[in-house]
């Protein structure tokens, strides 16, 4: 059920490398998270170029979201970050300054994936 979601200034990704994105995070993901491959989403959105901020300072800020269900240990958790950041960093050549990475967790019984209700993480 992973969902990742991928923010950043229109134009700074290209098509090309979003698609490499989306297979490192599904590798990523799959490897450490030990889940189908099937069951990750990878989502781009962009916004206008000079509409990203950074501590109040107009900048090209990526971020990357991920709502995931609740189980996972803390060390799976920091690996995905870790693999993650410098998968990002390499792909996109963002600052580090102008990265922010987040998992955010839901209990399995508040998502549905192909038509039922998450099981937990076991």
């Known amino acids: 059920m992973p969902l990742y979601t991928v923010i950043a200034e229109d ?5 090309k490398t979003e698609a490499k994105i989306a297979k490192e ?15 990750v989403r ?6 206008t170029s000079g509409c990203g901020y950074t501590a109040g300072e107009q900048a090209p800020t990526v971020a ?12 799976e958790k ?13 792909l996109t050549g963002v600052a580090t300054e102008q990265l922010a990475i987040s998992l955010q967790e839901i209990p399995a019984s508040n ?7 998450m ?3 076991e």
């Open 64 to 75: 990357l979201n991920c709502v995931l269900r609740v189980g996972h240990s803390a060390q």
């Open 78 to 90: 920091y690996d995905v970050l870790k693999r993650l950041w410098s998968m990002i960093q390499q």
């Open 25 to 39: 995070i599904t590798r990523i993901h799959v490897e450490v998270m030990k889940v189908p491959k099937s069951f």
């Open 11 to 15: 134009g700074s990704i290209s098509n």
């Open 119 to 121: 099981q937990a993480v």
């Open 42 to 47: 990878v989502v781009f959105l962009s916004y």
């Open 111 to 117: 998502a549905m994936e192909m038509g039922q209700i």
